[in-house]
């Protein structure tokens, strides 16, 4: 185990080596800040896997979302009650519909002004410890709650207003988010302590990745978070029945990509094996990513597997690898369970790329939007550094 821990802290260094050798301003890369993160990051994944109170608090916080999951039941037994609560219970039910529930509710706390309250707070102790300017503090917690379109969205005057170089770093720190109302469906599937502990180290490597990849220097004037503009609120269950029906098509988007994504991949297999019986896309993707893999500390016969899934992920979706290996996760051993599911929790695809580069068509303009668009490489590689330290961070206390 000695040898493959010095893997897994060699790997650490090597995906920030990585991030340095595509650096667009290696002069300038904040080394005192990046170790300062680093050191941040180790300290989390210690105190939410390793420490005992850590542990505890995540459980607790397992507990709730798994609460919130049972309540959501109620309404999707009542609907369905010969569709759930049966030993072959589909994915669809399991793990989507109650985001039926989640979705809702975390609207309602924006409604009341509660979330953004949270966020705005986090965001500002954020950019105290990292030293981060603040815009980009407030947006990493942001798009933690709300995903990054919805994110972008909700900061599109700020964005309007801000240069080519930052408007880059935001496109690249969109890459590593999740949703909030996805967590519930995630611990559905993967355990639920890995997905909650890769929540907050997304979001610290993803300012580590995004410092190094594209260093920004701004002035004091340029720190400052715009207020965003009161619009009239619509009547209270106007708005709830308005997310209700969002979080429904959210379901169906969801499902029509997974079923998409399943098949393009069975056909991509089915041609694939007409060449060889042995080639398939999983094969080929297993074989790019196993040296990321291996410095995971894996072993080899789990880093190829891994890295399949890695692959899998990045050209599909989370959701696809988590249905995929719900199933056989207690197969794994502790470390490949840990480091496999902290790098899923995060929206890093190609897909994802689109939607980010579709949001930004519709806020900045044409030329800043075409400028991003040329930086589509950069963004899948954010990404994935981002999923990979994470995943190396948790993997350093979990054997």
């Not at 793990?95 to 953004?116: E, H, S």
């Not at 890995?194 to 004091?220: D, E, F, R």
């Not at 988590?322 to 496999?340: E, Q, Y």
């Amino acid at each position: 185990m000695n040898f493959f821990l010095l893997i897994n802290i060699l790997g650490i260094l090597v995906f920030i080596g990585f991030a340095f050798l595509f650096s667009k301003d290696k002069k300038n890369v904040n080394w005192k800040a990046i170790s300062i993160l680093v050191l941040f990051n180790l300290f989390m994944a210690w105190l939410l896997t390793a420490f005992s109170g850590g542990r505890w608090f995540v459980g607790q916080v397992a507990n709730g979302f798994r609460w919130l999951i049972d309540t959501a039941f109620s309404g999707i037994g009542f609907a369905f009650a010969s569709m759930v609560n049966v030993e072959n219970m589909d994915v669809v039910f399991s793990a989507l519909m109650p985001i039926l529930l989640v979705v809702p509710l975390f609207d309602i706390l924006t409604y009341f002004g509660i979330l953004p309250k949270i966020i705005k707070f986090l965001g500002w102790a954020l950019s105290k410890v990292t030293g981060q300017p603040k815009f980009e503090s407030f947006y990493a917690i942001e798009m933690m709650f709300l995903g990054n379109t919805e994110a972008l969205a909700v900061s599109g005057g700020q964005l309007k207003s801000m240069s080519q170089q930052r408007l880059f770093t935001v496109s690249l720190m969109s890459m590593s988010c999740v949703s909030a109302a996805m967590i519930g469906a995630y611990t559905q599937m993967i355990p639920a302590e890995y997905v909650l502990t890769a929540v907050p180290l997304n979001i610290i490597n993803a300012i580590i990745v995004t410092s190094i990849l594209n260093p920004v220097v701004i002035t004091k004037e340029e720190d400052v978070i715009f207020e965003m503009k009161k619009e009239e609120k619509p009547p209270f269950f106007s708005f709830l029945g308005d997310s209700i029906l969002g979080a429904g098509k959210l379901i169906l988007i969801i499902t029509a990509m997974i079923i998409a994504f399943v098949s393009l991949a069975t056909l991509i297999d089915k041609v694939l094996m007409l060449i060889a019986p042995w080639l398939t896309l999983s094969s080929i993707l297993g074989a790019i990513m196993t040296p990321f893999s291996l410095l995971l500390g894996l072993s080899f016969d789990e880093a190829f597997q891994t890295a399949q899934y890695m692959g899998t992920k990045l050209v599909t979706n989370e959701f696809v690898v988590m249905i995929d290996i719900m199933s056989i996760m207690d197969t794994f051993s502790p470390h490949m369970r840990a480091v496999l599911s902290t790098f899923l929790v995060s929206f890093a695809n190609f897909s994802t790329v689109g939607m980010i580069l579709g949001c930004f068509n519709g806020i900045v303009s044409k030329e800043k939007a075409d400028n991003l668009s040329r930086g589509v490489w950069m963004m899948i590689l954010s990404g994935t550094l981002v999923s990979l330290l994470s995943a190396a961070f948790v993997g350093l206390f979990v054997w």
